[in-house]
């Protein structure tokens, strides 16, 4: 077989192409340390640690590997930082999460040579913002100071209230984040800015994989249902209070509150879906599930399978 072999003299020049594209491969190196070992080495030099803290099942995780972490605009960012990459269901992500509460991915934390964190970056768009908002948080600036002085300038502005209480909920300041979210709720009643469910959602996610707490976490999930079931937040409501309630051993006393719900809001087509693909996924059967099935579809919730699935979930008794 013969070889193609490139000519001597067309070397040079093709070189000059495939620098660039060689070059635009040399991405971040991650430090090989343990958290610990991180901020051991942060403290002796005066760094500031990154870390991107990660999951296999997020998506927008992969696209900051991809679109971000592999450039050399990236590697340069990172060059006096002590840049982590840490997976949020390894030990080291459990451990990570009791220190600096995690409860949304991507995350990427700054934190600085005391241990302490300066703020994070929650989710990814493009890499324009994300260094627009992280150049400012790798020299050491937390924004938490000014975003209360705004706060106490306007307090019952929302858009004053929302930051401060997800910064208090980040490092870990549960009572405080608290009482702001009493505020937020007062000051948004009927969800039409969207604010309350928010701040609701958040504190149920900081309750249970932060706390521990399933009894508040239940607690929260349940009052977003009862106050606003027609929000966007209705599916993973109904989803998180049953896991909670089944957490609790308290699945019988669930099941009798979702139903009457369902039952009373029969123009709810948000809430009977999310019924029905909730006995659906963790094998729930009755007539509560599969009368769901059928409303849902008759107010234009879903497809024809949901015909099929209201027979299957009118099996007798949960599985």
Request: net charge negative.
């Amino acid at each position: 077989m013969k070889r193609s072999v490139l000519h001597p003299v067309l070397f040079p020049l093709a070189m000059l192409f495939l620098l660039p594209a060689m070059a635009a491969g040399q991405g971040v190196e991650w430090a090989d340390l343990t958290l610990e070992e991180a901020l051991a080495q942060a403290a002796e030099t005066g760094q500031i640690v990154m870390i991107d803290v990660w999951a296999p099942h997020c998506g927008s995780c992969g696209d900051m590997d991809e679109a971000l972490w592999s450039t050399p605009e990236a590697a340069e960012f990172t060059e006096d930082l002590i840049p982590l990459k840490i997976e949020s269901t390894a030990a080291e992500g459990a451990d990570l999460r009791r220190r600096y509460p995690v409860t949304g991915l991507p995350a990427v934390l700054f934190i600085d040579p005391d241990g302490r964190e300066i703020d994070r970056i929650v989710g990814y768009t493009h890499n324009q913002a994300f260094f627009a908002e992280a150049e400012p948080l790798r020299d050491g600036y937390d924004p938490l100071p000014a975003l209360e002085e705004e706060l106490a300038a306007n307090p019952s502005s929302t858009d004053r209230m929302m930051p401060v209480f997800e910064r208090y909920l980040y490092r870990g300041r549960s009572a405080e984040a608290g009482s702001l979210l009493v505020r937020i709720v007062d000051a948004d009643p009927e969800n039409r800015r969207g604010d309350a469910v928010k701040a609701l959602v958040k504190m149920a996610k900081y309750a249970r994989i932060v706390e521990g707490d399933w009894q508040g976490c239940y607690e929260i999930w349940q009052m977003i249902l009862d106050r606003y079931p027609d929000s966007s937040s209705t599916s993973g409501a109904v989803a998180s209070s049953f896991r909670a309630a089944q957490t609790l051993g308290r699945v019988d006393e669930w099941e009798e509150w979702i139903c009457e719900k369902v039952e009373t809001q029969p123009a709810n087509a948000r809430l009977h879906y999310s019924v029905a693909m909730t006995g659906r996924r963790y094998r729930l059967r009755g007539d509560c599930y599969a009368d769901a099935a059928i409303r849902a579809r008759e107010l234009g919730r879903g497809g024809a399978f949901l015909d099929t699935l209201a027979v299957e979930l009118r099996g007798s008794g949960n599985e």
